[in-house]
């Protein structure tokens, strides 16, 4: 069955960097729109960005020129390199595909950006 395995949150200062890596395996990686999405404390999940097979990039209005999403298809891995990190950065983040049929949820990762 297909999963996904988030890592590398953690906590940082506001305009510090984080790079968060997404593995996937039992689903045809190459072939999917995949995007990392992000969920703060009562609020609903959201796409951050997403990156289809041919590489090009769709960013949410909220963190393009900061966030970069790319993709190693051979490793069957998405990263999300986080750079000049606000406050209102701090979520869990999830990695999916961009579009339905979803793959299952994974833990997420947790970015906390304070001071």
């Known amino acids: 069955q297909a999963h996904v395995v988030e890592s590398g949150g953690g906590l940082v200062q506001p305009g510090g960097s984080l790079r968060l890596s997404c593995a996937t395996s039992?689903?045809?990686?190459?072939?999917?729109?995949l995007g990392w999405y992000r969920q703060a404390p009562g609020e609903q999940r959201e796409l951050v960005a997403a990156i289809a097979p041919s590489g090009s990039q769709e960013y949410a209005d909220s963190v393009k020129g900061r966030f970069t999403i790319s993709r190693d298809n051979a490793k069957n891995t998405v990263y999300l390199q986080m750079n000049s990190l606000k406050p209102e950065d701090t979520a869990v983040y999830y990695c999916?595909?961009?579009?339905?049929?979803?793959?299952?949820w994974g833990q997420g990762t947790q970015v906390t950006v304070s001071s």
């Open positions: 999916n595909c961009r579009n339905s049929p979803f793959l299952s």
């Open positions: 039992g689903v045809v990686f190459s072939r999917r729109l």
